[in-house]
């Protein structure tokens, strides 16, 4: 049976290389719900006018509007065998909905955490740099520039760093995860279809352990 693969991680997990990197290797399309959203600004039909209304007003996007977005979304023809949900479900209601599509598409749903401990995603986080030449990602802690402050690739260029990337922002980002989160992953945990992979190591290593998860299904 084909499979919806859910991808839940805290910010700077990971999750969205991993899904990439599934995508360019097994040829699973990745649908994420931002890509969603931003399609949504585009296009003319009804289903897009409402969301563009809603987000015009400032309001949050109910659950069953979201759901009809997705619902559109891997109704396409990428995805009439397996593909990733990055970025939905995020609440036990949400999952819920999920159930219902996968009974209609005749897919499984497989859960699949990208395990971080807390003081590794604080590094990640709060150790972000980036050139504003080419976008090129650095990290002072795992992977730093050559030079301090500046881009290997352009050394004119000083890097940047995000102002919300500051211990306290990032502290009450991982709490909201953490609360909005912990009711999906006890959900799947409670079926059986929550599959936890190390996301420390290699991007090698973490590929390897989401590949092992998804064999057994």
Known sequence: MNRIIVFIGAPGAGKGTQARLLQERLGIPQISTGDM?????????????????????????????????????????????DYILDGYPRTAGQAEMLEGLATEQQKQIVA???????????????????????????????????VEGRCDLH????LSHRADDNEESV????????????????????????HRVAGVGSLEDIYAGIESALSEH
């Not at 296009?43 to 400032?58: F, H, N, W, Y």
């Not at 990208?114 to 795992?142: A, F, H, Q």
Request: glycine letters at 4%; charged letters at 35%; hydrophobic letters at 30%.
């Open 37 to 81: 959203f931003r399609e949504m600004k585009t296009l003319d039909t009804p289903l897009a006018k409402e969301v563009q209304e809603i987000m015009r007003s400032g309001k949050l996007v109910p659950d069953d509007v979201t759901f009809q977005m997705v619902r559109e979304r891997t109704s396409r023809e990428d995805c009439s065998g």
């Open 155 to 158: 050394p004119d260029a000083e």
């Open 112 to 146: 699949i955490e990208v395990d971080v401990p807390r003081e590794e995603l604080m590094k990640r986080l709060t150790g972000r740099r980036s050139c504003p030449v080419c976008s090129e990602i650095y990290n002072i802690y795992s992977r730093p520039p050559k």
């Open 171 to 194: 502290g009450a980002r991982l709490a909201t995860y953490d609360e909005e989160t912990s009711p999906l992953i006890e959900y799947y945990e409670r079926s059986g279809r929550l």
